[in-house]
């Protein structure tokens, strides 16, 4: 009884959040269109860089990169934060946070519900220009082999999802010191943008500076579930990429654990 009472809790959480975002659909809509912009200009640069020639790049002809950058925007649409780390700043500088303090929730719980619920919602308003995007594309659609695969890209999705809200909440963590967090943020981000494989496949990078890459938190944001995806990571390599990116989770779960705890102590409520 007590495990339903919390699961319909958490719930009812996930539907408020679902009501909320609800009401930004149109600004939604729009967004998902003009997020396809940036897809089409990568696709003309790819193009150029290709030529008419039939080679390769670190394993990827044009097809397999416009494939891979396609799975890029859906992967990013379906798990990547929309300004969560700033609502979660602003309730914890201007003081609303006291109300959830005295509410018999866990706040981490809390937000993860509504983020869920955001990106559930702007997966729905994106579908329809996804699908078109992807019939336009249709001739360079490379999918997955093996079933197993299928499985593999779902577990690694969900933590990728898991490591972006966690490292936007640990972000929104540092409002509890510095009244602006805007400026730790863009950095952060630029490292993330760079490195998570929205510019480029990861596994262009060669030797040592690769090596290192993988071992950071950001090519297990975007780039491996797409690795995955397109069956580039395989056996042991696979199976290691799994173990990185679960070690992430962890570590960012913490990470995200001991910023609340130590932020709380010192809240002071300040703009109620």
């Not at 490379?142 to 999802?161: D, K, Q, R, Y």
């Not at 290192?212 to 995806?229: K, N």
Request: net charge neutral; proline share 4%.
């Amino acid at each position: 009884m007590k495990f339903r009472q919390i699961l319909d809790k958490y719930r009812a959480i996930f539907s408020i959040g679902l009501q909320n975002t609800f009401v930004y659909r149109w600004n939604f809509l729009l967004r998902s269109l003009f997020a396809l912009i940036p897809l089409l200009g990568t696709v003309f640069v790819w193009r150029a860089i290709y030529g008419d020639t039939s080679s390769t790049i670190a394993g990827y002809d044009f097809g397999q990169m416009v494939f891979y950058f396609l799975i890029i925007l859906l992967v990013d649409n379906l798990i990547t934060p929309t300004e969560d780390e700033w609502q979660i700043a602003a309730e914890i500088r201007e003081g609303q946070l006291s109300s959830f303090l005295l509410k018999p929730f866990d706040f981490l719980a809390y937000r993860f519900c509504i983020f869920v619920g955001s990106r559930l919602l702007y997966t729905t308003v994106m579908l329809l220009p996804m699908v078109g995007v992807l019939w336009w594309y249709r001739q360079y659609l490379h999918w997955p082999e093996h079933a197993s695969t299928w499985g593999f890209f779902v577990v690694s999705l969900v933590m990728a999802g898991a490591i972006q809200f966690l490292i936007a909440y640990a972000l929104a963590m540092l409002a509890f010191w510095i009244l602006e967090i805007s400026t730790v943020v863009f950095i952060l981000y630029s490292f993330e943008y760079f490195l998570s494989g929205k510019l480029f496949p990861l596994d262009t990078v060669p030797g040592i500076a690769g090596t290192i890459l993988r071992l950071l938190p950001f090519p297990y944001e975007l780039y491996f579930p797409v690795a995955v995806l397109m069956e580039k990571i395989h056996g042991p390599q696979l199976l290691q990429g799994l173990i990185i990116q679960a070690t992430w989770v962890l570590l960012c779960y913490l990470l995200a654990r001991a910023l609340w705890n130590a932020g709380v102590r010192r809240y002071e409520a300040v703009g109620i």
